[in-house]
């Protein structure tokens, strides 16, 4: 006898592919009957002056997830029982309505739903985001931002237990201009998805924004290794919450490149270096930035670096200061269009600071305090070494001086070229004695090498 078991199963997959298709949504007769009247332009006045219109589209309403259930179900009445009523306003209307929803639909069910409905009957409604007659399935709207937007674009607050109250209203076009653009709502804010949307209930915005900049190094790793290796991480692993993460200097939805627009940067390190920021922008650096528009100036993260910033006051990061220097006044094509020499960093390495501090650092002796660029021209507050602030920045070096070379004065730094190369204006003594070095000895060289010749020759004539 031959088995059934094949037959039986072919009929059970037939069966729940059936029932997992949509039902038809062939529109009633009663249903038919609304839209004799609600197929032509009707509206309804309110009582504030508001008006809107009653057409509905039936195609719209059959392709609904709602088509089969009827105009009756939700409206409460029919063609033949059709109650005038009046409303003050649209959003009274809507919100009224909207409660027709939780016949079907247990709203305290979902936590958002039940927080949004708690806080206000009527500032979030069911049809803000779900729609009207045109209603479809969760996932047929789970489509890139789209669905995210459909609440998100509206006023909505999240409240922190310390009682903070924070606006989470999202505009598109600042998705759109973002470098993240092309990313999803729910690659950043993980564990959210169209069908689940935990409540994170946080004590403050602070531990929230915490726990969301964590989620940066699942893309941005390699820069999430270098802060752990900066002071602003390790200000924050000692229990600082003001330290600064990722979101307080890139931002959140309005993410720019951090290459673009040198003074917002700058800006960034103003919120919690303001006094220093107040410094860097009188100095030659910011003003040029600031009030020349001139972006060759270094800021803030071109010295301490931007995510393995270093302590200032380190020994490594004095010893790194020349070549920091170096990495604009070494530049050719940066130097030339200010007239600006690219000589000096070379030339201070090649004088007797420089060559002191290059053989302590090679012997690991960085803890010595050798001069370097910012012990003469400054930090954050340097300055143009001519015209009117030319005296006080020889005051300053010579107190400078004093600090290595006790009894310094005055007259001390006058004895030191600086970073120029003698000429016949500057120094021309040292530029007169070193040319007749440059003839003296090799003149003496040849004198010796022509003598050594002669006497072999001598020797070898007498022998």
Not at 52 to 58: A, G, H, I, R, T
Not at 302 to 321: L, Q, Y
Request: with cysteine.
């Amino acid at each position: 006898m031959r088995s059934h078991k094949p037959i039986l199963y072919l009929l059970f997959i037939s069966l729940l592919i059936f029932s997992m298709a949509p039902a038809a949504s062939a529109l009633s007769d009663d249903d038919k009957a609304c839209m004799g009247c609600h197929e032509s332009d009707l509206s309804m006045t309110f009582g504030n002056g508001e008006t809107q219109k009653l057409k509905v589209n039936q195609q719209e309403v059959e392709k609904s997830v709602h088509g089969m259930i009827g105009c009756s179900t939700c409206h409460g009445f029919t063609a033949e029982n059709h109650p005038k009523r009046s409303y003050k306003s649209k959003r009274e209307h809507s919100s009224l309505s909207a409660r027709e929803c939780q016949k079907c639909h247990n709203a305290l069910d979902n936590p958002i739903h039940k927080k949004l409905i708690s806080e206000s009957a009527t500032k979030t409604i069911c049809s803000d985001c779900h729609g009207f007659h045109a209603v479809k399935r969760v996932r047929e709207l789970a489509k890139g931002n789209q669905y995210c937007l459909t609440c998100h674009n509206r006023e909505l607050t999240v409240h922190y237990k310390d009682g903070f109250k924070e606006n989470v209203q999202i505009k598109e076009d600042v998705l759109n201009n973002s470098v993240h653009k092309n990313l999803s709502c729910i690659d950043c804010h993980v564990r959210v998805s169209a069908e689940s949307h935990p409540v994170r209930d946080f004590k403050t915005k602070r531990d929230f924004s915490v726990v969301m900049a964590e989620h940066c190094r699942r893309c941005h790793f390699d820069k999430y290794s270098k802060t752990l290796e900066g002071i602003h991480f390790k200000a924050l692993s000692q229990g600082n919450a003001k330290a600064p993460i990722c979101t307080d200097c890139h931002g959140t939805h309005a993410m720019a490149s951090a290459r673009n627009n040198k003074l917002a940067n700058a800006k960034k390190c103003e919120k919690c270096h303001s006094a220093i920021y107040a410094i860097y922008a009188k100095s030659v650096h910011g003003s040029a930035l600031i009030r020349e528009n001139i972006e060759d100036v270094p800021i803030c993260s071109d010295c301490h670096k931007a995510h393995d910033n270093a302590g200032p006051h380190t020994a490594d990061f004095r010893v790194s200061v020349p070549q920091t220097c170096a990495g604009c006044h070494a530049k050719k094509e940066i130097m030339q269009k200010y007239g600006l020499s690219t000589r000096v960093v070379d030339t201070y390495l090649q004088d007797f600071h420089g060559v002191t501090m290059k053989f302590y650092k090679q012997y690991g002796k960085t803890e010595k305090q050798i001069a370097v660029c910012i012990d003469c021209h400054g930090v954050h507050d340097i300055m143009k070494t001519k015209g009117e602030n030319a005296a006080l920045i020889k005051a300053n070096l010579v107190k400078r001086c004093q600090k290595c070379h006790a009894g310094a004065t005055a007259a001390f730094p006058d004895s030191w070229i600086s970073h120029y190369e003698p000429d016949i204006k500057k120094a021309p003594m040292v530029f007169f004695i070193d040319w007749g070095y440059k003839i003296f000895i090799p003149f003496m060289i040849i004198g010796l090498v022509l003598q050594i010749i002669l006497h072999m020759w001598r020797y070898i004539v007498n022998r």
